[in-house]
């Protein structure tokens, strides 16, 4: 009996050594799950932080949800967030460290047109991938950037010819002193001229500039029957402060770059001639979009609006995420090939990112803002619109004159 004993007791020692030495080896071979870093780059200070900040919130709400899901190739996402301080310098200064010392896997970011072709040759000689999220003048495609924004045949060409069927057709144009305003002035202008209606006036704000008095006192001359409006920041703020001052007040205005964040934050820009044109409002009523709202505002309070941007920047995380997993890589290369052929059922529908041209298809809609900082919808595409960065009315030959001519502007 004591032998039996004795017997069981060494088999039992011999076995608990061995497990103990199976999991000292197992513990030495271990190595945890590293997450895929994901850079984030927009202004978090400045003049733009107003419109930027909700956009970081966009790419956590994604990166959340696909995290709760098992991440990517089964590794956590980790956003790494850079401020780009309202200032084209900073971004590209930022857009180098996240990718060189950060080494981030892509970049998520950019607001103003200025930000983003600083921070282009960035992407292009580190041969790696942003995505933009910001309706723009278009004129560009660059094969390390997709485009989640809408081109200007989805946005400021349709939305220029509704202000003129519907508002009036003598237009004052007004927007921030940087590409896009003036570009897409350019666009505009083009459209006014083959709808035999008139531009009246032209300015530009420099960004922040909150001294409007010279353009009030000439848009109260010329009464125009519509201002169309490419402000971008906070400068809208004092733009409509400005105007509700004084006796033009109840001129129309079509704004190209003030969504539900801006009128949720500020009420005074929702007032009754307002309307602007983009590709997703918050008001649209489908089961995906409530959906979409009542996670945001679970996640970052009641208050807070959703808009075009937001769904933008939240849906480049969802395309740049399948194409990783497409790809079985997060090599930016690997993956730049892959994102091509993604499509994502967004709030606003299916987008769908556009081989041809690295942008996204999208509808166009036109609304009017409302007191509680919402837009009702008037009208929109039956059908997604295929993305034209280089509008077709004219070659591409004769758009790069007009780039050079504006980069000549700004100088």
């Not at 906070?234 to 733009?239: E, G, P, R, V």
């Not at 949720?264 to 709202?293: C, G, K, V």
């Amino acid at each position: 009996m004591l032998s039996t004993f004795r017997v069981n007791t060494l088999a039992l020692l011999a076995g608990l050594a061995l497990l103990a030495g199976a999991v000292y080896w197992a513990m030495q071979s271990y190595k945890p799950v590293q997450p895929i870093r994901i850079g984030v780059l927009h202004s978090l200070t400045g003049t733009l932080a107003v419109s930027e900040r909700p956009l970081v919130d966009a790419v956590q709400m994604a990166i959340t949800e696909i995290n709760a899901h098992g991440g990517v190739l089964d590794r956590p996402l980790e956003m790494v967030v850079a401020d780009g301080q309202s200032d084209a310098a900073v971004f590209a200064r930022e857009a180098e460290r996240l990718i060189a010392q950060e080494k981030v896997s892509v970049l998520f970011g950019c607001w103003t047109s200025a930000s983003r072709k600083a921070v282009k040759p960035v992407v292009e000689q580190r041969r790696h991938l942003l995505f933009y999220p910001v309706q723009y003048e278009g004129l560009e495609q660059s094969p390390n950037i997709i485009y989640t924004g809408s081109a200007p045949n989805q946005q400021i060409i349709p939305g220029t010819r509704w202000a003129l069927e519907n508002l009036g057709k003598r237009v004052y144009l007004l927007g921030s002193d940087y590409v896009f305003p003036r570009t897409a002035n350019r666009i505009i202008r083009d459209i006014v001229r083959t709808a035999s209606a008139q531009v009246l006036g032209e300015h530009y704000l420099s960004l922040g500039d909150s001294d409007l008095s010279i353009i009030m006192a000439e848009i109260r001359r010329l009464k125009p029957d519509v201002i169309l409006n490419t402000i971008n920041g906070d400068s809208n703020l004092y733009f409509f402060q400005a105007l509700q001052e004084t006796d033009a007040k109840n001129i129309p205005i079509l704004s190209f770059s003030v969504s539900e964040t801006e009128l949720t934050n500020h009420p005074e820009l929702s007032f009754n001639a307002h309307y602007a044109a983009w590709s997703y409002f918050q008001s649209i009523d489908t089961e995906a979009n409530r959906r979409f709202i009542a996670d945001f505002k679970r996640l970052f309070g009641a208050h807070r609006a959703t808009s075009d941007t937001i769904e933008a920047a939240y849906v480049g995380v969802y395309l740049w995420a399948q194409a990783v997993q497409d790809a079985g890589s997060i090599e930016p290369e690997r993956v730049n090939e892959t994102v091509l052929l993604q499509s994502f059922d967004a709030p606003s529908g299916i987008i769908s990112v556009d081989r041809a041209t690295r942008h996204t298809w999208k509808k166009v809609r036109i609304g009017k803002t409302q007191p509680d900082g919402q837009f009702k919808e008037l009208q929109a595409s039956p059908y997604p619109l295929r993305p034209e960065p280089f509008p077709s009315y004219r070659s591409n030959a004769e758009w790069q004159q007009i780039t050079d001519e504006t980069g000549k502007e700004l100088k």
